[in-house]
């Protein structure tokens, strides 16, 4: 057929002449004529050496690269420095911030850590670095105000522990003028 992809002039049945290239003789299938399997082995051997050679040559240039590149970013990191403080400067505010929100919350939550886990720790950071304790003590305020499960509750403290019997009380008898009185009443009662 005229139109198969599979019998075109490169790949059809077509015959080709006899010693064309891209054809090869019965000998030249079977090894080359007189060479024998010799001749297999020094073109393995010869093909083995060319292929090492080339991947030396790719070795070689990769590691080029690399150290092209590293020497490329060290010279980069040298001019990011700004940048990096900039950086610093960020996580070192931040700390501080959580640091801050964790003292304005200690006696106004119950785990101040829930304070850090639902306020945006950025937001309340100032341009310059500073913080603003105002804005960190009304963010606080409001939390409680939104979910007040979580504020400390606030009980009378001699409410919360009941009557336990200790402190002064009221006797029936007054308390013995002295000592030798005291001892009068243990042994006579």
Not at 53 to 73: M, P
């Amino acid at each position: 057929m005229a139109n198969d992809p599979q019998n075109t002039p490169d790949n059809g049945p077509e015959d080709k002449p006899e010693g064309a290239p891209g054809t090869a003789t019965g000998s030249e299938r079977q090894g080359e004529a007189g060479k024998g399997p010799e001749g297999d082995q020094a073109d393995a051997a010869k093909t083995a050496e060319t292929a090492r050679a080339a991947a030396e040559k790719r070795a070689t240039d990769a590691e080029a690269e690399a150290a092209r590149l590293r020497r490329s970013n060290a010279a980069t990191r040298g001019t990011d420095l700004d940048a990096m403080r900039a950086e610093i400067r960020q996580k070192f505010t931040e700390q501080l911030v959580r640091a801050e929100l964790r003292a304005a919350a200690a006696g106004k939550l119950r785990d101040p850590a829930d304070a850090l886990a639902l306020l945006d720790v950025s937001s309340l950071a100032g341009s310059g670095g500073d913080i603003d304790a105002a804005a960190v003590a009304a963010a606080v305020d409001q939390l409680v105000k939104d979910k007040p499960y979580l504020a400390v509750a606030e009980t009378d403290p001699a409410r919360s522990w009941g009557d336990v019997g200790a402190g002064p009380r009221e006797t029936a008898e007054p308390e013995p003028a002295t000592p030798l009185d005291r001892l009068r009443r243990a042994y006579d009662a």
